[in-house]
Each structure stands twice: as structure tokens, then as C-alpha cells.
């Protein structure tokens, strides 16, 4: 008998004890709620849905019942999807490949690790868990899995797409074959959140809150409240793992900000490229610049710290035009010109960078929707991310800043975003990242009061009042 055959029958007495596994294989306890989950995933149930917080351990969860399921059952097939190869890759095979190597050597040896793919030795085409993103445009990530076992592991399930698991039902045919679904609720709607409302009659599901979490500290949780607000929907998804309510008062939704991280976009050569440069105002602020090429939001936001000198941060931006490619060079810079801004932007034109002086505080280009531009930029950048064909870095300064803001009314009926004071006074930052994203949109509405390139590359006489 085969060696690795041999160890599978061994292993076989724990399919139905998925934690006495994790023990034994990988000197590991694992926590209530996963112990509760590993327990109902043994009995074979066929649809499990997990809705949970941050940090609580889900990643760790999936990876144990991933390598059990392969390693206790003869022709086993595990597919592992996620709506971003970064969660993939970056995520959840590493987590995998992590307790793998933490296996007793004689165990590991029986498992061939690939890059996206990780197989029995013994039996490649028969034994394995398949690594495959799900999109939209190509829904058939959890199709034709036929196996006597068959487990599909659908991680941050809130952002697949339903034609996704609408394409897994043949895979879902086999008597032996179990769907688990899990991630944090950042949308109302889809089947993940169908799962836990309008389906639970029909699926097992677990709730998991940052508050019931040995692995989440106090302070963490704290930190959040005071953040986002207790009442907010940033708190509700990433907090205490609840899906977000419809009348949330925030600017861009939750959901939006997150399923955008590592979006498979790919970048558009042709697309035109905006830089947005957020200057400096007082002692905590920070000078940021962001770079946007279409629909794709190409690095983190650049932080610049530590100095006010004028100078110094107009150098900062030249080492970055210098530095990047011709072709990726942006056509304009969208210069928050309030303030000390004005003479970073004057400079930058000098040194003939396409500088673009942006006042924030003027009537807004849509004067009848919006009190400022200011407002009208990030409700630009909300509606931006609506389309749901954009893409952000992973960047937890930017995401965390964008899920800040709140608006309200004016006595006129316009939209009004919360100022940087008000944030400060609820405990916040002010949004500098961030800031510097929404300026990217700001070329049109700049345009329709002010005309074309000829018009406003030049220095520029300036009000330098501030106006919340």
C-alpha cells in the first residue's frame, strides 16, 4: 500500500473530529467559537455561513479545515476563493502553508505546496485544495468540482459575486460535498447577507464579535469605538461583526471602501494620471500625495511628516515626478492650494510640474447639491467607488480615513461633509490620505469654473480663509 494512502486511512478516524486534528497535527487550542464551527463542519453540514469581526481568528479557521478535509479523506478536492487574488495569495494560502509547515515532518512530506495549489503526493489530480478568484466576468471559480469529498471555502464571502454561487451547484450535487462561507459584513445584500437573514432557515451560522474574541485586545476595540463612533457602520462590520444598517450617516460606505482593496483591475496604460497633493496645515497634520491613473489607485498614499517647510515638501513632490516613468508621469497635480498649499502649488508650476491650484472652500462646481467643493469632491470619490470597477492599494491609513467622515444638511438643503475640527473633536485625525485621494477628482468641476490648462497654469491670487 502506498505510504501516503496508508497515512490518509490512518487519518481517516478524524474526519468526524476536525479539532482533535488541529490538536495533534498542529499543537494547537483552538478557541470556542472555532472549536463550535470545527465541531458542526465535522458532522458533514453542508452549508456553514461565519459573519465575523476583525482579527478574530477566521483565516486560521479556514486553514485548519482546508489541510483536514485533504489529509482525512481518499479523492478529496478543496477549492478556496475569495473576490481578490491579494486575499488569496496574500492571506489566506500563506496562512495554510504557515500551519502546514508547523505539521510533524513525516506528515509534511506527504504534501506537495505550490504556489496556488497544494496536492497529496500521491494523488495530484485527485487530492488537493485549488486556489481560484472569483469575478464577476468569469463565475466559475467554484464550478465543476466533482469528487467523492468536495469542500468550497469561500473567504470575505460578502464581496463574490452571486453569479459565483449561482455557478457552484453542480459542485454542491455530491452527497459528501460542504459549502462554508465567511468574512466580515460589509454589504446588505448578496447571499452572504442572505445567509444570515432571508436563507438562515436553510444554512448553519456563527456570529462572531470582537467582543467575544480572546484574540482581540480591549484597547483595540476602544480604539475603534472612538474612531468610527459606536453608532457607526465601520464599527458594526469591523467591530462587532454585524452587516451595515441603510441610514448610516457616514460619506462612502464601508462596503465600498473594502471590497475595493485589491480588486483584480488591471491598469490601463491609456488612462489618464492624477496626482492629488494634500499640504500641511498645523503641527499633527501630514502632507500627503496620492496617485491615481483611471480606475486604479497605483500605491499607498505617501505620507510626508515631520516638517512644514514649504520647500522641503515642494521637493518631496519633484523626487517623485523625477522618479516616476515618463509614461506614468501625472498630467496634473491637484493642489490643495488653501493656506501654505498656495506656495507649494506656485512653486511646483515654477519648476514646471502641471501644478493645479484647488480651493477647496469655494462654492462647489454643482452649486446646487453641494455646500463646498470640498463636499462635492468626496462625494465624487464616493460615487467613484460605487462603480465597483475601481481598485485601492492596500493602504490601512487611506481605508481607515475614508470611513471617517460623516455629512449632514445645510439650512439650504446641501450636502455638507464634516469638517477636519469636527473630526478632531471626535477624537480623529485629520484625514490627510485621504484628503489627498478625493483631490483627484477635482480636475472637472476645477475646469468648469476656471477653464482650461492655459488659464490656470500660473500663480494665482488666493483667499487663504478657511471655510468649514
Known amino acids: ?35 463550535e464551527v470545527l465541531d458542526t463542519i465535522s458532522t458533514g453540514e453542508r452549508q456553514i455561513s461565519i459573519r465575523s469581526g476583525h482579527g478574530v481568528g477566521k483565516t486560521t479557521l479556514l486553514a485548519w479545515t482546508a489541510i483536514w478535509f485533504l489529509m482525512t479523506r481518499l479523492h478529496s478536492k478543496v477549492v478556496i476563493t475569495a473576490p481578490t487574488s491579494s486575499q488569496l495569495m496574500d492571506a489566506l494560502l500563506p496562512e495554510m502553508k504557515a500551519w502546514i509547515n508547523k505539521m510533524p515532518r513525516q506528515n509534511r512530506d506527504y504534501l506537495n505546496v505550490k504556489q496556488d495549489r497544494i496536492e497529496l503526493v500521491a494523488a495530484p489530480e485527485r487530492n488537493f485544495i485549488s486556489a481560484r478568484t472569483s469575478r464577476a466576468e468569469q463565475p466559475d471559480a467554484l464550478q465543476g468540482v466533482h469528487s467523492r469529498w468536495t469542500l468550497l471555502l469561500c473567504d470575505e464571502a460578502s464581496g463574490i459575486p452571486d453569479a459565483v454561487f449561482d455557478a457552484s451547484g453542480g459542485s454542491m450535487s455530491s452527497e459528501n460535498a460542504q459549502m462554508i462561507l465567511a468574512g466580515n459584513p460589509v454589504r446588505s445584500q448578496g447571499l452572504f447577507w442572505k445567509t444570515h437573514t432571508l436563507l438562515q432557515d436553510r444554512w448553519k451560522t456563527f456570529h462572531v464579535s470582537c467582543l467575544d474574541s480572546p484574540r482581540v485586545t480591549k484597547d483595540y476595540i476602544d480604539e475603534k469605538r472612538l474612531e468610527y463612533g459606536e453608532d457607526s457602520n465601520a464599527f458594526r462590520v469591523r467591530v462587532l461583526g454585524e452587516f451595515p444598517l441603510a441610514d448610516d450617516d457616514t460619506v462612502i460606505p464601508i462596503e465600498l471602501i473594502d471590497t475595493a482593496v485589491g480588486r483584480d483591475i488591471d491598469l490601463d496604460p491609456e488612462a489618464e ?47 517623485a515626478y523625477d522618479a516616476a516613468p515618463y509614461d506614468r508621469r501625472p498630467s496634473e497635480i491637484m493642489v490643495d492650494a488653501i493656506g501654505v498649499g498656495g506656495g507649494v502649488c506656485d512653486r511646483l508650476i515654477e519648476l514646471g510640474l502641471p501644478a493645479r491650484s484647488i480651493m477647496v472652500s469655494e462654492v462647489s462646481s454643482l452649486g446646487t447639491n453641494y455646500h463646498r467643493l470640498r463636499d462635492e469632491l468626496w462625494f465624487k470619490a464616493k460615487e467613484w467607488l460605487a462603480g465597483r470597477d475601481v481598485r485601492l492599494p492596500t493602504d490601512a491609513t487611506l481605508t481607515h480615513e475614508l470611513a471617517i467622515p460623516r455629512f449632514n444638511y445645510t439650512s439650504s438643503g446641501k450636502l455638507k461633509v464634516e469638517s477636519k475640527e469636527e473630526m478632531r473633536r471626535r477624537g480623529n485625525r485629520s484625514p490627510d490620505a485621504a484628503d489627498a485621494f478625493v483631490l483627484t477628482f477635482a480636475s472637472e468641476g476645477a475646469t468648469a469654473r476656471h477653464g482650461y490648462r492655459s488659464s490656470w497654469n500660473k500663480s494665482v491670487k488666493r483667499d487663504l480663509k478657511w471655510i468649514n
Open 1 to 35: 500500500m502506498d505510504d501516503t494512502v496508508a497515512l490518509t486511512i490512518a487519518l481517516a478516524k478524524l474526519q468526524k473530529d476536525a479539532n482533535s486534528f488541529v490538536r495533534s497535527m498542529f499543537k494547537a487550542d483552538p478557541d470556542p467559537w472555532q472549536k
Open 273 to 319: 494620471v492624477i496626482w492629488g497633493l494634500d499640504v500641511a496645515r498645523f503641527g499633527s497634520d501630514r502632507s500627503a500625495l496620492c496617485k491615481r491613473a483611471g480606475r486604479v489607485v497605483t500605491e499607498p498614499v505617501q505620507l510626508f511628516s515631520g516638517s512644514h517647510d514649504l520647500m522641503a515638501i515642494t521637493g518631496f513632490v519633484k523626487a
